[in-house]
Each structure stands twice: as structure tokens, then as C-alpha cells.
């Protein structure tokens, strides 16, 4: 009785952890679709940058020209919102992925991300998204699943 009790909280946590993976997933393939401008199935590196400039414009709620800890749950919080499996109420946890994000970006440590520092790290993540080197991405690279 009490493995079978495991076994169920088990499964439904290892079903919890990959719903937002998946939620991501569908996510990512939704951006890449509408970054993609010329519908040529790549995103080239000027199509990025457009986008990349839309996504901070989107996500800096207080147009400060910033993007500070709670624009970026808010902003991942509202991509997952009405996506499938995606959930509108992100557990607290999530924050430590925010946290993540900003040490990542936040090049001069003031502890939010400047569109300067947002769009260094997009092109840093593009050039390595690009395994095979051609200065676009396709779909199957930006989800990680190129060989």
C-alpha cells in the first residue's frame, strides 16, 4: 500500500515537471513561427533581432528600459498563460529560473537586464543554437534538437 502511494505522488510529480518543459516547448515553437517574418521555415540573425526587440518591448511592463525580476516571471508567466499545458499560475519556484535568467544577462550586476544586455545574450544563445554554422536557425536548432 504505501509503494503504491509512492508510485502515484512519483508520477504526478514527474508529470508536474514536465508540464512546463512541454508548455515551453509549444512556446518556443509559437515564437519561432512568428519571428520567422518571411515564413521561410530559418530566422536569420536581423529577424532575431527584431524580435528579440519586440520580446523586451512586450515584457518591460514599465517601459523603464529595463527588465527587472517580476517583468521576467510576469512576462514567462503570461507566454505559458493559455498555452497547452502551460499553466497562468507559475509556482514560486519559477522565481529561481528568473533569478538565473538575470545573473545570466545582467552583465554590470545592477540586478535587472538593459535591452543592450538582452539583445548580447540573444546573440550569444543564437551562435550557439547554429550547429551547423549558417548564420540561421531552424525550428529543430532552437528547440536543441539539431544534430
Known amino acids: 500500500?504505501?509503494?503504491?502511494?509512492?508510485?502515484?505522488?512519483?508520477?504526478?510529480?514527474?508529470?508536474?515537471?514536465?508540464?512546463p518543459g512541454q508548455a515551453l516547448a509549444e512556446d518556443q515553437a509559437q515564437r519561432f513561427k512568428t519571428a520567422d517574418l518571411n515564413g521561410d521555415g530559418y530566422l536569420d540573425a536581423a529577424e532575431n533581432?527584431?524580435?528579440?526587440?519586440?520580446?523586451?518591448?512586450?515584457?518591460?511592463l514599465n517601459?523603464?528600459?529595463?527588465?527587472?525580476?517580476d517583468e521576467i516571471f510576469e512576462d514567462l508567466?503570461?507566454?505559458?498563460?493559455?498555452?497547452?499545458?502551460?499553466?497562468a499560475s507559475l509556482p514560486p519556484s519559477m522565481m529561481?529560473?528568473?533569478d538565473n535568467a538575470i545573473k545570466v544577462?545582467?552583465?554590470d550586476g545592477d540586478g535587472k537586464v538593459s535591452l543592450e544586455e538582452f539583445k548580447l545574450d540573444a546573440a550569444k544563445r543564437f551562435k550557439k543554437l547554429d550547429?551547423?554554422?549558417?548564420?540561421?536557425?531552424?525550428?529543430?536548432?532552437?528547440?536543441?534538437?539539431?544534430h
Do not use: C, H, W, Y
Open 1 to 19: 500500500m504505501e509503494f503504491k502511494m509512492v508510485s502515484k505522488i512519483g508520477v504526478i510529480f514527474f508529470v508536474m515537471l514536465m508540464l
Open 49 to 60: 533581432a527584431q524580435f528579440i526587440a519586440a520580446a523586451f518591448s512586450r515584457a518591460d
Open 63 to 69: 517601459k523603464d528600459g529595463f527588465l527587472d525580476r
Open 77 to 87: 508567466r503570461s507566454r505559458l498563460n493559455g498555452v497547452p499545458e502551460g499553466t
Open 96 to 98: 529561481l529560473v528568473v
Open 105 to 107: 544577462k545582467d552583465k
Open 131 to 146: 550547429v551547423d554554422g549558417d548564420g540561421r536557425l531552424t525550428l529543430q536548432e532552437m528547440l536543441g534538437r539539431a
